[in-house]
T-cell receptor
Framework: DTAVSQTPKYLVTQMGNDKSIKCEQN?????MYWYKQDSKKFLKIMFS???????INETVPNRFSPKSPDKAHLNLHINSLELGDSAVYFC??????????????FGNGTRLTVT | AQSVTQPDIHITVSEGASLELRCNYS??????LFWYVQSPGQGLQLLLK??????LVQGIKGFEAEFKRSQSSFNLRKPSVHWSDAAEYFC??????????FGKGTRLSVIA
């Protein structure tokens, strides 16, 4: 059984489009995250939700909007896509509130390519 | 705020040789330390973690890491590397209510 699953795995789109990435976890965790991994493999947190409440919102353009319909789901919607948004986006979950203490469980990533 | 440095961008070892990947952290109090591995096209998988207690921690796949407070280090080791260990390795530091901070990763190549 996949613990953290995200779809799609690959997403190729043109500049200016709007796209969404979905994430679901079946681990019963309270907290979910979105991380961005750039072309140099650097991982940076974007958002974190705890029981549907936004608790971490790093310096991310407001074109990025996370939505958590319930604690098992955290979706990422991106408006007006730009070339610089091309990256791999990882969803993760943890039992703790922030992930600074509790280990993270990652999905397999969504490779977004903006042309 | 905490930070992590992985000094080696890329390391190549022969299959069967020993391995040590370096990780240095910066944090004022006792940190929570993690090593994750990322295989190509995959997400990150937890190898091991250190919270407190014994400074030598054992993880999955035969990996271990040692926390050295005096050196602010948490180096990852494996006595005999297998070809399947080729991957990207990330050290991470966590603390209290702040999110996990990752190092920039070390890419491990294994040659025959």
């Amino acid at each position: 059984d996949t613990a953290v699953s995200q779809t799609p795995k690959y997403l190729v789109t043109q500049m200016g489009n709007d796209k969404s990435i979905k994430c679901e976890q079946n681990l019963g965790h309270d907290t979910m995250y979105w991380y961005k991994q750039d072309s140099k493999k650097f991982l940076k947190i974007m958002f974190s939700y705890n029981n549907k409440e936004l608790i971490i919102n790093e310096t991310v353009p407001n074109r990025f909007s996370p939505k958590s319909p319930d604690k098992a789901h955290l979706n990422l919607h991106i408006n007006s896509l730009e070339l610089g948004d091309s990256a791999v986006y990882f969803c993760a979950s943890s039992q703790g509130r922030t992930g600074g203490v509790s280990p993270l469980h990652f999905g397999n990533g969504t490779r977004l390519t903006v042309t | 705020a905490q930070s992590v440095t992985q000094p080696d961008i890329h390391i190549t070892v022969s299959e069967g040789a020993s391995l040590e990947l370096r990780c240095n952290y910066s944090y004022g109090a006792t940190p929570y330390l993690f090593w994750y591995v990322q295989s190509p096209g995959q997400g990150l998988q937890l190898l091991l973690k250190y919270f407190s207690g014994d400074t030598l921690v054992q993880g999955i796949k035969g990996f271990e890491a040692e926390f050295k407070r005096s050196q602010s280090s948490f180096n990852l080791r494996k006595p005999s590397v297998h070809w399947s260990d080729a991957a990207e390795y990330f050290c991470a530091v966590g603390a209290g209510n702040t999110p996990l901070v990752f190092g920039k990763g070390t890419r491990l190549s294994v040659i025959a």
